[in-house]
């Protein structure tokens, strides 16, 4: 009896580390097969970015443009103090649970690792106000014209209920930052950088079919300092 449930839960750990395998597998293969692999040519219009830590990605906008003023959707009175010098606006989608109690790696626990991956959670958005010199590393240029940033501001609006910036009370990891309530749910297969990469792709960028790892959103973008 010992030895049946023996082999039942190393069969069950196989097939576990199996389907985390043909996850990791598929992620990498669709980085050789983009979407927008043949993007329309134009130039540049708007200075944006994608800003990735290594593992999440955030969309990085001007803060004013002839296209939005991101100050009219997430006003600084939602900030405890936005610097004189910010120039731009970080946005990133993300799990609910995960965002308000994890915010270095080391606030990770196994239980927030499990309850961000099954979906149970709801999700939010955090923003933030960012100075030029905080974009020195992990940014990669977007080159967007303005119809594409126009597509790329609509998408961010639609992630919000109502298109409605709801602020969390006292939600906050510093000065410059700020939560807010958003569509949708967190899973294993509606990750951050899903988020991020549906959004470049409804607006042309050459980005993975499927984005479930940073280096999916970035693969193709090229790496610069602003």
Known sequence: MAKRWLRRIAFTLLGFVGLIGLYVTVACALV????????????PAVEAWVLSNGVHTDLVFPIHSATVDWQQLFPFAHFNAVPPDAEFIAIGWGDREF???????????????FGALSGRNRALMHVTYLQRSQ?????????????????????VRASLPSGRATPIASAHYGNDDAFYEAEGGYHLFETCNTWTGRGLRRAGVTVSRWTPFDFNV?????AATP
């Open 32 to 43: 050789f097969w983009p979407a927008n692999a043949k993007p329309t040519v134009e130039a």
């Open 99 to 113: 965002y308000l109690h994890t915010p270095t790696r080391g606030d990770l626990t196994a239980a927030r690792a």
């Open 135 to 155: 974009m020195r590393h992990g940014a990669y240029r977007l080159p967007l014209s303005q119809a594409q940033y126009a597509q790329l501001t609509d998408y």
């Open 218 to 222: 970035t693969w193709h973008l090229q």
